[in-house]
């Protein structure tokens, strides 16, 4: 307990350290403008992601496949996964801060051309994109990485020099998490907050 408390103040600290440091950059996705901006993944074809010189995906799953704690890919994201494995061959991942057992079973079952990233440290940690970059051999720019929080999935596409996709309005369902779909709605606004006052020094 106390040291699962500890590395979660550790992981805060060195998240932010980022966000000072990536401010800047990180402040082009506060005017939610594409395509650094989109609303939900659907909102751009993968089609479109790889005409502009993207030639891997990793994917945040929680937000951004599915409401918060979601079993699965919505109906309206499998179809843009099966596109996206027909331009991204064996290039599409999933990278998320909850890595169930469930998750990766069902990715592995279904979507077995997608592969399930368990990194050894949560986001904004860069050991699961560093994975990536390993396994592909690709350039970092080649490499786009959409995501639904600012100060986890964005900032490490900043740190890391790859590209990053803000999804601007994630998918929830407030009526089957309500307590837990709050507290993550918080922390998606708290991080625009923090970046907003880190812009004024």
């Not at 099966?82 to 999933?94: C, D, I, L, R």
Request: with cysteine; proline share 7%.
């Amino acid at each position: 307990m106390i040291s699962s408390f500890l590395s979660g103040v550790v992981r805060c600290v060195f998240t932010l350290s980022l966000a000072w440091r990536y401010r800047r950059v990180l402040s082009g996705f506060l005017k939610k403008e594409p395509p650094r901006c989109i609303p939900s993944l659907t909102d751009i074809s993968p089609k479109t992601l790889y005409d502009r010189g993207v030639r891997a995906l990793v994917l945040d799953f929680d937000g951004v496949l599915s409401p918060y704690q979601g079993d699965r890919p919505l109906p309206a994201v499998e179809t843009w996964l099966s596109e996206a494995q027909t331009w991204f061959k064996g290039a599409v991942f999933v990278l998320s801060n909850l890595p169930t057992p469930a998750r990766q079973a069902m990715f592995d079952s279904d979507y077995p051309e997608i592969r399930f990233v368990v990194a050894t440290r949560k986001k904004p940690y860069p050991e699961g994109i560093q994975a990536i970059l390993a396994q592909t051999g690709l350039a970092p720019h080649e490499l786009l990485l959409i995501d639904d929080r600012l100060l986890t999935g964005i900032v490490l596409a900043a740190s890391t020099g790859t590209r990053g996709c803000w999804i601007t309005k994630p998918y929830h369902h407030f009526g089957l998490h309500p307590f837990k779909e709050s507290f993550v709605s918080f922390l998606r606004y708290l991080d625009q907050c923090c970046l907003k006052v880190m812009l004024f020094f």
